[in-house]
């Protein structure tokens, strides 16, 4: 299930501000400074997927405040009093970009935040959105693309780099650890797609979240339950309608529910069109990465457990 965090009283989330702001930014750290003595970078990622990046190229040279938890949605996510009093304290704050955290540039004004600010989307070919509010800066869900979770990770470590440069060879060695993981996992992706014969390349999800997969690794793109990279867009009936015809026509083998969104709608949509809906725990991580324990607790599970789900459900 979606998980949405209530607005806190007004009375409280003032006196949080209020608090935070007159603390301002407790960074330890100036820039090129030592992480010598043990002292560590304190680091705010505002996603699951970023700060799993950061924690791979920080390694122990960081401390990581995650913002959002797993399986909560970003798009309509509320910050809570805690989350501004991390970013007032933090040197590095990291967001993944293209819009996808509306809510951030608000929750830094009223930290009084002055460490830096670091977009991991810097760098990343971005595909345009249909030209609504919500989508106007375009689709926010890069990491669904090794070869972008690699600029966001280059981003990460140039900015941690730039906040401790005595620990620079410390960042660039994991990096390239890293990095050489990201080009595994991405081969390995291109191969068990093209396992599945070509004409059921063809993919119906819950919400557009896949773009990037899908034109890295050169799948169809039926259609999705939610039309929109917002998870807070609703399907008409008329499109609804449309998306059934769509799936019998083109001999779509499956619809591919979120493990952030309830599955509900894609039953009834499989059930109307005849075909299978994986969803549970064979359900695809969209926009967050999963629990510690679980198929998607790191990208790199999250995107090889992606990948077998959808080869084992369109070669069935």
Same mark, same amino acid.
Do not use: M, W
């Given at each position: 299930m979606r998980t949405r965090f209530p607005r806190p009283?007004?009375?409280?989330?003032?006196?949080?501000?209020?608090?935070? #702001?007159?603390?301002? $930014? %407790? $960074?330890? +750290?100036d820039a090129g400074a030592s992480a010598s003595g043990g002292e560590k970078l304190n680091v705010v990622a505002t996603t699951t997927q970023v700060a799993d990046f950061a924690r791979n190229v920080g390694g122990d040279k960081v401390k990581i405040t995650q913002l959002l938890k797993p399986n909560v949605d970003p798009h309509d996510y509320e910050p809570s009093p805690a989350d501004v009093q991390a970013i007032a304290q933090a040197d590095v704050v990291l967001e993944n970009g293209v819009g996808l955290e509306r809510w951030l540039d608000q929750t830094i004004k009223s930290a009084g935040f002055h460490g830096t600010l670091v977009d991991a989307s810097k760098g990343v070919a971005v595909r345009k959105g249909n030209g609504s509010d919500e989508e106007a800066a375009g689709d926010p869900h890069i990491w669904h693309n090794p070869k972008n979770a690699e600029i966001m990770s280059r981003n990460i470590a140039t900015a941690f780099e730039g906040k401790d440069s005595a620990d620079k060879a410390a960042y660039e060695a994991n990096l390239t650890s890293y990095t050489t993981k990201l080009d595994q996992l991405d081969s390995w992706i291109a191969g068990q797609i093209n396992t *599945?014969? #070509?004409?059921?390349? +063809?993919?119906? =999800? @819950?919400?557009?979240? &896949?773009?990037?997969? *899908?034109?890295?690794?050169?799948? =169809? &793109?039926?259609? $999705? *339950? *939610?039309? $929109? &990279?917002? !998870? %807070? #867009?609703?399907? %008409?009936?008329k499109q609804l309608s449309s998306l059934i015809s769509k799936i019998k026509s083109t001999g779509v083998k499956a619809i591919f529910s979120e493990s952030s969104l309830p599955p509900k709608t894609a039953e009834a949509i499989g059930k109307q069109a005849g075909v299978k809906v994986e969803a549970g725990e064979d359900s695809l991580y969209g926009d967050t990465l999963g629990p510690?324990?679980?198929?998607?607790? =790191?990208?790199?599970?999250?995107?090889?457990? @992606? !990948? !077998? !789900?959808?080869? =084992?459900?369109?070669?069935?």
């Open positions: 009283a007004v009375p409280v989330v003032a006196g949080c501000l209020l608090a935070a #702001a007159a603390c301002g $930014s %407790s $960074s330890a +750290k *599945i014969p #070509a004409d059921q390349r +063809k993919l119906v =999800t @819950n919400h557009d979240a &896949f773009g990037y997969y *899908i034109d890295r690794y050169h799948l =169809t &793109f039926v259609g $999705s *339950i *939610i039309p $929109s &990279f917002d !998870t %807070s #867009a609703e399907l %008409s009936g510690a324990g679980s198929a998607g607790a =790191t990208y790199l599970d999250l995107e090889r457990h @992606n !990948t !077998t !789900t959808i080869v =084992t459900a369109l070669k069935g």
